[in-house]
Structures are given as C-alpha cells and as structure tokens.
C-alpha cells in the first residue's frame, strides 16, 4: 500500500539488470523515474503540511519545477500523485499466485504471503506504526477524493487476480472475495494504530483475524448466513 514511492511503471523493481534476464534501464527512463518520484514527493509533502484540497496542481508543479502540462504527463489527475504509490501493488496478489509452488493453492500462497506481510510490517498490511506511513495514510484516508480515488486501484487489482486465477466467472467471483478480506484486513489494523496501538501490540490479533478470514475464505459463507 505505501509507501515505497516507486514508479509504478517498474512495479518497485531495480533499475539494474536482474536474475530474470530483464536488461538494464536506459539513462532517459532512469531521469523519467526520477522525475516522477520527485514530484511525487513535493506534492505528498505539500499535502500532509496543509492538506490535499487546499494545494493546487499547480502549486506542485511550481515546487517541482516543471510546468503543469508535464506534471499531467506524469500523473492524470491530482489524486494519482499520492495513489500512485499502490500502483506497484495492483498485480500483487496476481503475482503471488503465477509465482506460487506447484504444490500450493492460491488461496494458500495468498495466505502465507499475508501472513509474512504482517510479519515484516508491511504497511500494505496496515500494521505499520512507522512516523511516515501513519501521516500518509492519515492523508489518504481523511480525504474523501483520495478514498474515491483507490477504488480504482483495488478494481484493477480484482481484475489482475481474477486473470491469473483463470478468468472466469468463478474467478472473478473468488477474486472479488478475495481483495475485499484483504482490504477489510489491512483497514481493520490500520484503525486499531490510528487509535494509538503499536504495531507490535496489533500483531497477535491481526495475525489470529487473517487466519479466520481464510477460513471463510475456504469455506464460504454457509455459517454466516
């Protein structure tokens, strides 16, 4: 969810050449990527000092030195300067399970890889107390526009998912279980923080909530009928 500040066009990945064979980026996209953060990060910046409605794309623009065409270029609209930082998330849940051992059901690598996100404090997992992602998702969570905004991001996300599943109805339907008990996971301990929990104190719970959330995952909706 947060907050790496990645390019989503590398889906958080290195710039250099990598085990997969994939060949090193040009110097133009490097400064592209560049440029892209550094916007970003004068736009985030500016919101969380005077809030996202009262700072102009424009303003950003000026602070990031580039005019307010080129900022467009880079960010269709205003939102997309903060959001962009779930972009390198939306196929995460695709790819944990194209990329899962062959002995392993989706549903199984999509647990494990939650859990181990609880684990490490992955603020995708909302159980992250670190300074910098509570004010970001303070941000994002008290603008309406911003919330709005993320739909989108967690549409394409459903989709990316219910393509590797297999594309069908089926799918589609599992997929769409699947990303709402991951966001209502992560929304769940991200409350409990913002109420003054420390991520370490979230912990038992979060992982004892996501444990019963895969069980109804698996086993449906019969008993709450």
Request: charged share 25%.
């Amino acid at each position: 969810m947060v907050m790496n500040g990645e390019n989503p066009a590398n889906g958080g990945r290195s710039d250099s050449a990598s085990g997969d064979g994939a060949a090193p980026v040009g110097l133009r996209e490097r400064k592209k990527r560049l440029t892209y953060q550094a916007v970003s990060d004068a736009a985030i910046t500016m919101f969380l000092e005077r809030g996202f409605d009262k700072v102009s794309v424009a303003e950003v623009a000026a602070a990031a030195d580039i005019s307010k065409p080129t900022l467009f270029r880079y960010f269709p609209a205003k939102e997309d300067l903060v959001l962009h930082r779930f972009a390198d998330h939306e196929d995460e849940a695709a790819r944990v399970v194209t990329g899962r051992a062959p002995d392993e059901t989706p549903l199984d690598a999509l647990r494990r890889h939650f859990l181990d996100g609880l684990d490490r404090r992955d603020p995708v997992t909302g159980l992250c107390d670190a300074p910098q992602v509570l004010a970001f998702l303070r941000l994002l969570y008290g603008t309406p526009a911003l919330v709005a905004r993320l739909h989108a991001y967690q549409g394409r996300s459903e989709a990316a998912l219910a393509r590797a599943l297999g594309g069908g109805v089926p799918d589609r339907l599992a997929a769409g279980q699947i990303i709402a008990v991951l966001r209502i996971l992560a929304l769940e301990n991200w409350r409990r923080i913002d109420a003054g929990e420390s991520a370490d104190r979230v912990y038992a719970g979060a992982v004892q909530q996501a444990e019963e959330a895969f069980v109804q995952l698996r086993t449906g909706l019969e008993s709450h009928a």
